[in-house]
């Protein structure tokens, strides 16, 4: 963000110094911006999140980026431009403010990012045009004020680019507490109260109803992360923080599953939430697929009023959510003025159509001489008139006027600094020697002075005023969601959090009016832990916030004296035995050097098992493959290779799925070896049958009987996994037996029963397997199968016998490694054993990999 800021900046400067030392000024970058656009005597600049759709230019920094394009029109947002013009159009109808000055409008869409918002900023600073004279350059600047950015990101980065010109900017939605610092942003005004005065609203709100133990999350940006950082520090002067979360800004749906986790698992039936509704949504549409009942939700300004969020199908979980809302006014006149809109195609005012086919859902194009044509694009065309009065959308209601009166106020605020600025008079000025401003040849610093001291009564009867730090004044209507009896949402006013009221009288709440959405229908209870009853005493839980403690009965005699107690199992005592600290952790981690040395080792094995069946894939058609079953061969690569990749999931912190997924893997992919092997021994045998005189052997076991056989004793096993994968299942747990100074972390498998069926039946098809091999080694056969099948198995058999003993006597973490070991060091015999000399012969001995050398030998 920096990077952009500086490159904007430097591009002004370049402009201003331009200006003097040439005749002309000219502009290094025009930006495609989507606006609108009216002259008058004063111009007034405006910043609007009108779209939302955007198509990222290539920034690989290797060439010069093109343009950012956004698409789609916001209603609510475009009601909101609408106010925007409509406070103008009042001002300017209006004899006694501002008479004989018309006020103009420059307003740009953000696209809701950051660069585009900055890029809006420059261009409203720098102009329309592409070459300006020189008397332009020392003339009154293209705006007087900026009304926006609506996001306090965005605001931030603006109004650092606006303080060298001393620019007003007249935020009418960013509430970021940080904006109060007047050093950092000395031309930054906002109609929205800071943050820190919702979150002193909403610590009210907590401590009136008892609230001690609570949730919160906040979004990723600084909106949120202030926010919450205040309101944590104020509630844990009288409560406690169950969990902090933050919603990602994208591309967090683990993020976003992990934060569901964490609600359902805690205790806390209270969560505040800082945050937009658009970045909230994700979270809350999980939520409600979850289900999550049973919590109180806490609403930031940011999302209390939300109507893409006030929907029927969010009431199961997200009914009853109290939250503070910016208040709410009532403008005369305005709805009349929003259906009054038609189509304009005007270069300069293309939003006006972009909004017409978004509420139509139908397409213009312009012919090439600038008027409209008429051509259906997709969907249907738009003939520019359609009627806005048979609409009934977000745009047209003006029942909830919130952000939208900010916006009214913040226009009137301008008029009202411009009308004091006009009405100076001569020798009584504010500015050197007393001297006045031209409102011809206004300058922005100048109507900052009287920006300052802006101090009215609308016509709704409500006192505007900036205070010291540009904030206006603290009040919000306190609103709950509730259920109407024809299924829509009515956010409801609950009360009044009013700041500048007497000290103990700033909340008032109607509690006969509260929604609650529970089963008891009463105040939901929120603390950690309940008061301890007479004869009690708290013992607080370690590692817990203060707020959770258990009730432990005094001893006869005592009367909450101090004893020596036992940490708690995940704690053990220090060296002065004078605190308790977390044990040390164990586990086998990818990060250590055994870890490593098993992944490597695995990994290495894997690849080697796919190289050799690439090999055999390769020279599947040559005699050597043919003649050991090429399909059965490459069964059994496969196999390995889960073999393998099996041993992974040994390694590394245990979790319910590690735990599960490593037996079933592990159990299915060797019996599939070893079935291979076996029908490999079978074939073998059954081939020798075969050059018997009057022997059919092989006719009854062929290529389906073969893959029949396998899969049979594969899916004895997988009938094995399911049963007890079903009924008892593996779970991480912690083992704390052996070492009481660790907490060693492993699979518990839950059954024995299960586990020794599982490794039984392994060893059951491994025997079967070495025998049958070992009485046939003395068949003749070519490249002695039966003998390298024996001593495969010899190896498999005599790795997993001595794994009995060094799995027993190993500790902690070396537990794991015996495991890891022994299923590595079996799938490598098995590999080197079989396939060795089948790529000697292919890959170094080629002349011995024909026919008539197979008959031959």
């Not at 206006?472 to 024809?486: K, P």
Request: glycine share 6%.
């Amino acid at each position: 963000m920096k990077f952009i800021v500086y490159v904007t900046l430097s591009i002004c400067c370049i402009v201003v110094v331009a200006s003097v030392i040439q005749s002309t000024c000219k502009i290094q970058e025009i930006f495609q911006l989507n606006q609108l656009y009216k002259k008058g005597d004063v111009i007034l600049g405006g910043l609007f999140e009108l779209t939302s759709n955007k198509k990222t230019p290539d920034l690989s920094f290797s060439s010069k980026p093109e343009q950012w394009t956004c698409e789609g029109i916001d209603l609510v947002v475009f009601q909101w431009v609408q106010i925007m013009i409509f406070a103008i159009e009042e001002i300017n109808k209006n004899q006694t403010l501002l008479p004989n000055i018309t006020l103009g409008y420059q307003i740009y869409d953000n696209c809701a990012i950051l660069p585009v918002a900055l890029r809006a900023a420059v261009s409203l600073l720098g102009g329309l045009e592409y070459v300006i004279s020189d008397e332009e350059c020392k003339g009154r600047p293209p705006v007087l004020a900026i009304i926006g950015d609506p996001a306090s990101t965005n605001s931030i980065a603006i109004s650092r680019i606006l303080k060298p010109f001393q620019v007003p900017q007249v935020s009418y939605s960013a509430s970021c507490s940080c904006l109060s610092n007047k050093q950092e942003y000395p031309s930054f005004f906002r109609t929205m109260p800071s943050d820190a005065f919702q979150v002193k609203a909403i610590v009210h709100i907590v401590k009136h109803f008892g609230w001690s133990w609570i949730g919160c999350i906040a979004s990723e940006d600084d909106y949120g992360q202030n926010a919450i950082k205040s309101f944590i520090e104020e509630a844990e002067k009288f409560g406690c923080i169950a969990f902090k979360e933050t919603i990602p800004k994208t591309n967090g749906v683990q993020e976003i599953s992990q934060i569901i986790k964490i609600i359902k698992e805690s205790t806390a039936k209270v969560i505040v939430i800082f945050s937009a509704d658009t970045d909230f949504m994700d979270l809350a549409q999980e939520i409600v697929r979850q289900n999550v009942t049973g919590k109180q939700w806490i609403a930031s300004e940011g999302w209390s009023t939300s109507t893409v969020l006030t929907v029927p199908e969010n009431m199961i979980t997200l009914g009853g959510t109290i939250g503070i809302a910016v208040r709410r006014g009532e403008i005369s006149g305005l709805q009349y003025f929003l259906l009054q809109v038609q189509p304009d195609f005007a270069s300069n005012n293309q939003i006006v159509n972009k909004f017409w086919e978004t509420m139509f859902e139908c397409k213009f194009q312009d012919n090439l001489y600038g008027k409209s044509q008429l051509l259906l694009l997709s969907g249907d065309q738009c003939t520019g008139h359609e009627d806005l009065k048979t609409t009934k959308t977000a745009y047209s209601d003006v029942s909830n006027l919130r952000v939208a009166y900010n916006i009214y106020k913040a226009v009137y605020a301008l008029a009202h600094a411009l009308h004091s600025l006009s009405s100076c008079e001569n020798g009584k000025g504010p500015f050197e020697y007393n001297t006045c401003a031209s409102i011809e040849n206004a300058q922005p610093w100048q109507l900052l002075h009287y920006l300052k001291e802006v101090n009215f009564v609308n016509q709704l009867g409500e006192r505007v005023a900036f205070d010291e730090n540009g904030d206006a004044l603290a009040i919000y209507d306190i609103i709950n969601w509730q259920q109407r009896d024809d299924g829509t949402i009515n956010i409801k006013a609950i009360g009044v959090f009013d700041e500048s009221a007497p000290v103990g009288q700033e909340l008032l709440l109607n509690k006969e009016n509260i929604f609650w959405n529970f089963e008891s229908g009463q105040i939901p209870k929120s603390v950690c832990s309940e008061s301890c009853l007479p004869g009690f005493r708290k013992a607080i839980r370690k590692g817990q916030p203060i707020c959770c403690f258990d009730c432990i009965p005094c001893a006869d005699g005592e009367i909450n004296s101090a004893e020596c107690l036992k940490c708690s199992v995940d704690f053990w005592s220090n060296e002065g035995r004078n605190q308790c600290i977390l044990k040390e952790i164990e586990f086998l981690s990818y990060e250590d050097a055994m870890g490593i040395t098993l992944t490597t080792t695995a990994l290495s094995g894997t690849c080697l098992s796919i190289g050799i069946l690439m090999i055999f894939i390769q020279y599947r058609n040559t005699p050597v493959v043919k003649a050991n079953n090429s399909e059965l061969s490459f069964l059994l690569l496969v196999s390995l290779t889960l073999c393998f990749l099996c041993s992974l999931c040994f390694i590394g912190q245990p979790s319910h799925f590690t735990c599960v997924f490593m037996y079933a893997i592990f159990g299915i992919s060797f019996v599939l070896c070893i079935s291979c092997i076996l029908v490999k021994t079978l074939v073998v045998i059954m081939a020798f049958k075969a050059t018997l005189p009057g022997s059919n052997a092989m006719k009854w076991f062929g290529i389906a009987q073969q893959r029949g056989t396998v899969f049979f004793f594969t899916a004895i096993q997988l009938l094995i996994c399911v049963i007890w994968l079903s009924i008892s299942p593996p779970f991480p747990s912690k083992n704390t037996k052996y070492q009481n100074s660790k907490i060693i972390l492993e699979c518990d498998i839950a059954s024995l029963f299960g586990f020794s069926c599982l490794l039984g039946y392994i060893g059951l098809l491994a025997c079967i397997c070495f025998i049958l091999a070992f009485l046939a080694r003395k068949l003749p056969d070519n490249f002695n199968e039966a003998k390298f099948i024996t001593f495969s198995m010899l190896i498999f058999c005599t790795v997993w016998i001595t794994f009995i003993p060094a799995y027993i006597s190993s500790p902690g973490k070396y537990t794991v490694a015996v495991e890891v070991f022994a299923i590595l060091a079996s799938s490598f015999g098995i590999l080197f054993a079989i396939f060795t000399p089948k790529c000697y012969i292919i890959l170094l001995k080629p002349e011995q990999n024909t026919k008539k050398a197979l008959m031959g030998r």
